[in-house]
């Protein structure tokens, strides 16, 4: 099985939120996850609440294989989280 940790959207329209969520890369992107961890606001107004991320499990994540979409990496880079290609 496959898995991308990767961005779900919610809210509303012109006001996204996303959660990083770890998903089979065959399911849809608002599909079943396996595991949420974390959220991004983009639109926050201050950078404590713009980005939350459950390192322990990411970094978990990653160990198992699981590869980050190309936004998740940027973001896991700004975290001090470091990914290989």
Do not use: C
């Amino acid at each position: 099985m496959a898995v991308r940790i990767r961005l779900k959207r919610f809210g509303r329209r012109h006001r996204s939120f996303f959660r990083i969520s770890a998903v089979d890369a065959r399911r849809p992107r608002d599909g079943k996850v396996l595991e949420e961890l974390g959220w991004y606001d983009p639109q926050a107004k201050t950078p404590d609440k713009r980005l939350s991320i459950k390192r322990d499990r990411v970094e978990h994540w990653l160990k198992m294989g699981a590869k980050p979409t190309e936004t998740v990496r940027n973001l896991l880079k700004e975290q001090g989280i470091i990914v290989k290609k």
